[in-house]
C-alpha cells in the first residue's frame, strides 16, 4: 500500500490531475438537490399513478388521475384562464420594460436613484405588497376608486367582479415584474457597440429610427430571455393571486396553481393534485421549449 | 442649429417624463402603504381619503406587535432565511467552483430547471417526507424547503462569477504543491467575495419573501412573517391600520437592503434573471 503512494504521489500532483476531481466539490450540493428536488419529482410521479389521499389505502390506479383531468371542467377552465393570464403578464411587463430600459441606458440626474426606487416592486415581499393592493382595490373605501372617479372615469370593480379580475391581477404582476425585464433588457443595451450610433447620428437619424433599427434588432436575443423567464414565472405566479383572490371571485381567477394548491392542500387529493403538477411541468416546459426553438430559428435568420 | 437644440431638449424632456411616469407608480404605491400605516382607523376609512397622516400615530405598529405573536414570527424569520442563506453558500459555492471549473453545462442545466419548476410541486412529497419524519411543527422542513430557492441562486451566481476569474493565479498556487481544495479556499474565494456578497443578499432576500413554503409547513408557532401577516391578521383584525404597518415591517428589512446594496443587487439579477419559488 504504502508503495503504490508513494509511486501516485508525483502522478497525481500536476494541475492537470487534480481538474479530474473537481466534481467532488459538488457533491454536498448534489445531496442537497437529491433531497429537495430529485426525490420530490420522482415521488410526484409515483403518487399521480396512485389514489392517494392523506389517509386510507392508496391504490394503484394507472394513469386515472390523468384521465380525470381531461374530463374536469374546472381543470380545463383553470387551464385558459392561466394561459390568458400568461399571455398579459408577459406582453405587457416586456413593453414597458424595454421602454424602461432605453431610458434607464441614457444618463440623466438622479438616475441610480430612480433605478433603484423602480426596482422596489420586484423586490418587495409579495404578501406585503398583495394585502396594500387589496386594500387600494376596495370598491367603496379604496384609493384607486377615488383617483379614478376624481378624473372623470367611472369606478372599477378591481378585483371584486368576474369581469374585470384577471386584468387587474395582470396589472399587479406587471407592476411587480417590470424591473426584472428592464434590468435584463438593460443588461444588453450596456454590451452593445456604440459605432452605429455614431454613424446613425451623423446621418441624421431620430431617437426612434435608431431605436427600431439599431437597438430593437440588437437587443433582441436579450428581449427574448426575458421573455422566456417571465413566461416562466407569470405560469408559476402563486403568492399575489393567493392573497388578493384567493382564486375568486367563485372561481373568476383560479390559476392552475392556485387549483393545485386548492387540490392538494385543501382537499388533500394528493393523487390528484400530482398529476396536475405532472401536467403543469409538461406544460411549462413545452412552452418555454417553443419560445426557446423560435428564438433559434430567428438567430438563424 | 436652433432646430436641433429643439430637438435635444424635447427628447430630453420626453426622457425625464417617461422616467416618472414609470418610476411613479412604484413610489406611490410605497408611500400610500406608509402612509396606511401612519394613520388612525378613522383617517383609514375617510371618503375622500387621507392622504398625508395628520399627525401620524405608531399605534399601528405598537398594535401589531402588542395584540400578536409578531416578535416569533420575526425570530422564526430570521432563523430560517439566515440558515437557508447560510447552508446554501456552504453547499453551493464550492459546487458552483466544480461546475465552472469542468465546464459542466449539464449540472447548469439542472439548475435551470430547478427555477423552472414551481415551488407548489415541491412541497406535495415534502409535506408527506416531513411528516413522516415528525418534523411538521419545527422550522426544519422550513429551512430544507427554503434550500429549494437559496441553492439555485447560490449556484447559478456564482458560477458565472468563477467563470469570470482569471484561472492563472489557481494554477500558480497548484504549480506551488497547494491542494484544489487550497487553491479554491484561499485564492478562488478571497477574489470571488463580491460574487459571494451579491448571492447572499438574493438568496437572503427571496428566502425571506417566500410565502408558499410555510403556507404548507408551518404550524402555529413556526410561522415566517409572510405567512403570519397572512394568516393571523387578515382572519383576527380587519382594520388597515394595523395591516399595512404589518406589511412594513414584514417588507422593510429588504427594501432597505435593496436601497443600500443596489449596486450589487442589480449586478446578480442582470446577471442571472434570478427570482425564487
Known amino acids: 500500500m504504502s508503495m503504490t503512494t508513494a509511486i501516485n504521489v508525483p502522478i497525481i500532483s500536476g494541475p492537470r490531475a487534480y481538474g479530474r476531481r473537481y466534481w467532488v466539490f459538488a457533491v454536498p450540493a448534489a445531496a442537497v438537490v437529491l433531497v429537495v428536488i430529485l426525490f420530490p419529482w420522482l415521488f410526484t410521479l409515483y403518487m399521480s399513478v396512485h389514489d392517494w389521499k392523506v389517509t386510507g389505502d392508496t391504490p394503484y390506479v394507472g394513469l386515472a388521475n390523468y384521465a380525470k383531468m381531461l374530463s374536469d371542467e374546472r381543470f380545463l377552465y383553470a ?43 420586484m423586490m418587495a415581499t409579495p404578501v406585503a405588497i398583495s394585502l396594500v393592493w387589496t386594500m387600494m382595490f376596495h370598491p367603496q373605501l379604496g384609493v384607486l376608486n377615488y383617483l379614478l372617479t376624481s378624473v372623470g372615469l367611472p369606478p372599477s370593480t378591481w378585483v371584486y367582479d368576474a369581469s374585470t379580475v384577471i386584468p387587474t391581477l395582470v396589472m399587479v404582476e406587471t407592476w411587480q415584474w417590470t424591473p426584472l425585464v428592464m434590468l435584463i433588457v438593460l443588461g444588453g443595451i450596456a454590451s452593445l457597440p456604440t459605432d452605429p450610433y455614431e454613424a446613425a447620428i451623423l446621418d441624421g437619424a431620430s431617437a426612434w429610427q435608431m431605436f427600431r433599427h439599431i437597438t430593437l434588432p440588437l437587443v ?25 383572490t384567493l382564486g375568486g371571485p367563485g372561481t373568476a381567477s383560479e390559476t392552475i ?21 405532472v401536467v403543469f411541468f409538461v406544460l411549462i416546459l413545452l412552452i418555454s421549449l417553443l419560445l426557446l426553438r423560435i428564438r433559434q430559428r430567428e438567430d438563424l435568420r | 442649429m436652433n432646430r436641433h437644440l429643439a430637438r435635444r431638449f424635447l427628447g430630453r424632456l420626453g ?6 411616469l414609470l418610476v411613479s407608480p412604484a413610489v406611490l404605491f410605497f408611500l400610500w402603504m406608509l402612509s396606511l400605516s401612519l394613520k388612525n382607523e378613522l383617517d383609514n376609512t375617510a371618503w375622500p381619503p387621507v392622504f398625508i397622516p395628520n399627525p401620524p400615530t405608531l399605534a399601528n405598529f405598537v398594535d401589531v406587535f402588542a395584540k400578536n405573536d409578531f416578535l416569533t414570527y420575526t425570530i422564526n424569520s430570521v432563523i430560517v432565511s439566515f440558515s437557508a442563506t447560510g447552508l446554501a453558500l456552504l453547499f453551493g459555492v464550492p459546487a458552483a467552483y466544480g461546475i465552472a471549473k469542468t465546464k459542466a453545462t449539464k449540472a447548469a442545466a439542472l439548475i435551470l430547471i430547478a427555477r423552472v ?16 419524519l415528525g418534523l411538521i411543527g419545527t422550522l426544519a422542513p422550513l429551512v430544507i424547503t427554503h434550500l429549494v430557492i437559496t441553492v439555485p441562486i447560490v449556484v447559478w451566481v456564482m458560477i458565472g462569477f468563477f467563470e469570470g476569474l482569471p484561472g ?17 479556499v484561499y485564492v478562488a474565494m478571497p477574489l470571488a467575495r463580491p460574487g459571494i456578497t451579491v448571492a447572499m443578499i438574493l438568496a437572503f432576500i427571496f428566502s425571506w419573501n417566500n410565502f408558499i413554503f410555510g403556507v404548507v409547513l408551518a404550524g402555529r408557532t413556526t410561522r415566517t412573517l409572510p405567512v403570519a401577516v397572512y394568516n393571523v391578521l387578515t382572519f383576527e383584525q380587519i382594520s388597515w391600520g394595523p395591516l399595512a404597518a404589518a406589511a412594513l415591517i414584514v417588507t422593510a428589512p429588504v427594501l432597505l437592503l435593496t436601497l443600500l446594496m443596489q449596486k450589487e443587487i442589480v449586478a446578480g439579477l442582470t446577471a442571472g434573471g434570478v427570482k425564487g419559488g
Not at chain 1, 223 to 244: G, Q, S
Not at chain 1, 264 to 276: E, I, N, V
Not at chain 2, 171 to 177: F, I, K, N, T, V
Open chain 2, 15 to 20: 426622457l425625464y417624463v417617461s422616467v416618472l
Open chain 1, 220 to 244: 433582441w436575443p436579450f428581449i427574448m430571455v426575458a421573455a422566456v423567464i417571465r413566461l416562466i414565472d407569470a405560469l408559476k405566479t402563486f403568492d399575489t393571486i393567493y392573497v388578493i
Open chain 1, 79 to 121: 387551464v385558459v384562464r392561466t394561459l390568458y393570464f400568461t399571455a398579459a403578464s408577459v406582453v405587457a411587463p416586456l413593453i414597458l420594460g424595454v421602454w424602461a430600459a432605453v431610458c434607464f441606458a441614457s444618463k440623466f440626474r438622479l438616475r441610480g436613484l430612480a433605478r433603484t426606487l423602480f426596482v422596489l416592486p
Open chain 1, 257 to 277: 396553481n392556485i387549483l393545485l394548491y386548492q387540490t392538494a392542500f385543501a382537499y388533500y387529493d394528493l393523487g390528484y393534485g400530482s398529476a396536475m403538477v
Open chain 2, 117 to 132: 419548476t414551481p415551488g407548489l410541486s415541491y412541497l406535495i412529497p415534502l409535506f408527506l417526507l416531513f411528516q413522516y
Open chain 2, 168 to 184: 492563472e493565479l489557481e494554477e500558480a498556487a497548484l504549480m506551488d504543491g497547494a491542494t484544489i481544495w487550497q487553491a479554491f
